[in-house]
């Protein structure tokens, strides 16, 4: 039995391979599991590419258009090529762990606003692989459950309202926050409190007050 189980699924990984060996750039594929740091079952792709400028995140977003979400790997890995044993089989165990792959280096926030949101994405994926502005939330295992966490924090905090498909649109620290920038330059404004209206005296007030 080579079913796992991820989020409640049962899944079949050689169904994923197939799929992923039918990209016009990918030539083999094989796939593995981890623990991330919430001790959550995940799915991690091991692929062979023909094009070096592919990038994991169009893996990912291909995917997605042919598979559900629980079956699309939390991680694409990219290598030159599979390891495999002394009787020519994938040698899982010698796959290297999806964060240690994860490029170092790239943009660091730039406004105040980007800055609050790449602390977001940080909190909530719970990892310690570098993250930059342009790192896409679902490269660093991100998947539904834990972008549901992260729009209902920022909707929390930030006031604003944010869905689902804003982070798989803008999944990026950078997206995101030009997506809640946007958010907040279009929402209404609150009516400002009417002034009390003035009471006009009449002669009979007058002489009252006299």
Do not use: C
Not at 49 to 77: G, N, S
């Amino acid at each position: 039995d080579t079913q796992i189980k991820i989020r409640g699924f049962r899944i079949e990984p050689t169904e994923i391979e197939t799929v992923l060996t039918t990209h016009p750039h990918i030539t083999q594929a094989t796939l593995s599991t981890h623990l991330d740091h919430h001790n959550t079952p995940q799915l991690s792709a091991y692929v062979v590419a023909t094009d070096p400028e592919l990038a994991p995140q169009d893996v990912r977003l291909w995917l997605r258009t042919l598979l559900p979400d629980h079956m699309v790997p939390a991680f694409v890995v990219l290598l030159d090529r599979l390891p495999l044993t002394p009787n020519g089989k994938i040698d899982k165990r010698a796959l290297p762990a999806p964060q240690a792959v994860l490029k170092a280096g790239g943009r660091t926030p730039r406004t105040p606003l980007e800055q609050q949101v790449h602390t977001y994405f940080a909190d909530v994926l719970n990892t310690s692989a570098p993250l930059s502005i342009d790192d896409s939330f679902f490269d660093h295992g991100g998947h539904s459950l834990l972008a549901a966490r992260l729009t209902n924090r920022i909707s929390t905090t930030l006031g604003v309202t944010l869905t689902l498909r804003d982070v798989f649109q803008h999944p990026t620290p950078a997206t995101l926050a030009q997506r809640i920038e946007t958010l907040r330059q279009s929402a209404p404004r609150a009516p400002g409190r009417p002034r009390p209206a003035l009471r006009r005296r009449t002669p009979d007030t007058e002489r009252i007050s006299s």
